[in-house]
């Protein structure tokens, strides 16, 4: 194994003993030892545990696995990936374990819900992290934020719903399933009611398809990969976006931020809209090893450049558009130092 040495001295005027020579020459062979090969040997033989802050089967998950299957081999060494779900208080749960017990060595990953460097800002009772003190590795997609109804709902623009009821289910207020409708609500004047408690996104498809509900928010990108046939036949509908950027399969879909009826809150819905850049994002607990952040940042880029991961991509109809980990570092940063004024405001709007 490698090591790094800073030096010793063995006392001034001291001759060094004969176990104190050996000694040295093992610190100084060790030395002498490639940096280059130090990943490599550590991570060689080693499994990396990759932790979703969402249930099981949802897109979170099935991004996470397509991932953990192509990312070994741009490691160096090649480790083990597996994937583990750790739902729970809408991806607070994962996150404050990142960022307190998970171990500082490079072999743990995680995947949070995205909306979680705003719910630090938005809802910090419970919050155990600083989201700028996580490692970013990079973001898979940025999708926006939509609100999407089942074909056979009584409402099916954001203008009925102003006058008529539209029932959305939700996992919970640290959901973008439970945060885009209320925000809707309090600022558009909607009657949108939000049926909470529901597991995660499987459990509020199957609502939506046995009529409990009506439709729900999500994640364009996540909604693409879980129901991909009902969008393409017109089953499952986009009433609503809310975006800082075009998105070209959404352009006949209202955008909320666009379409604002006044600077305020435009600039409340393009807050909202920052947690794109976490949409899909990964990082590692503080204070894991620069050479080992370094390592897997550029296992990350790799991966996502490399034509497999893309053909494997596109034969599951899967959105990827990724941005590098240090530009994610900097759009989390960016969310965290939100004027006070216009987080309460946008607290206020969703109810916490």
């Not at 790094?4 to 020459?25: K, N, Q, Y």
């Not at 994640?219 to 609503?240: C, E, H, N, T, W």
């Not at 959404?250 to 819905?269: I, Y």
Request: aromatic share 8%.
């Amino acid at each position: 194994m490698c090591v790094d040495i800073i030096g010793f001295r063995s006392g001034r005027g001291r001759r060094p003993t004969a176990s104190v020579v050996r000694l040295a020459a093992i610190l100084a062979a060790a030395a002498a030892c490639p940096a280059a090969a130090s990943a490599a040997d550590f991570y060689a033989g080693q499994t990396i545990t990759l932790i979703v802050g969402a249930s099981d089967g949802g897109a979170y998950a099935v991004y996470a696995r397509v991932l953990a299957q192509h990312l070994p081999n741009f490691i160096p060494g090649k480790p083990t990936i597996i994937v583990q779900a750790m739902p729970g208080a809408g991806g607070t749960k994962m996150a404050n374990y990142m960022y307190n017990a998970a171990h500082r060595d490079g072999l743990v990953i995680g995947t949070p819900l995205a909306p979680m460097p705003i719910t630090q800002l938005l809802r910090p009772e419970g919050v155990k992290y600083d989201a700028a003190k996580f490692q970013w590795l990079g973001n898979l997609e940025g999708s926006p934020p939509v609100l999407a109804v089942w074909h056979t709902a009584p409402v099916q623009s954001i203008e009925e719903a102003k006058t008529r009821e539209l029932i959305v289910a939700s996992s919970g207020k640290g959901s973008v399933t439970y945060q885009v409708p209320a925000m809707i609500n309090r600022l558009l004047g909607t009657k949108i009611k939000i049926v909470s408690g529901y597991k995660g996104e499987t459990d509020i498809d199957l609502a939506i398809e046995r009529g409990e509900v009506h439709g729900r928010a999500s994640f364009y990108g996540s909604m693409i990969v879980s129901k991909p046939q009902q969008i393409k036949d017109g089953r499952l509908r986009f009433i609503a976006q809310v975006s800082t950027h075009d998105v070209p399969a959404l352009k006949n879909v209202p955008n909320l931020v666009a379409t604002a009826k006044d600077d305020e809150t435009r600039r409340m819905f393009e807050f909202f809209a920052l947690q794109s850049a976490t949409g899909r994002a990964y990082f590692t607990p503080p204070a894991v090893p620069a050479d080992r952040v370094a390592t897997l940042r550029k296992a990350f880029d790799d991966t996502t450049s490399s034509p497999q991961f893309d053909a494997d991509m596109k034969a599951r109809h899967m959105l990827y558009d990724v941005t590098p980990g240090v530009e994610v570092q900097k759009a989390v940063v960016k969310m965290l130092a939100t004027p006070k004024r216009l987080v309460d405001r946008v607290r206020e709007a969703i109810g916490f």
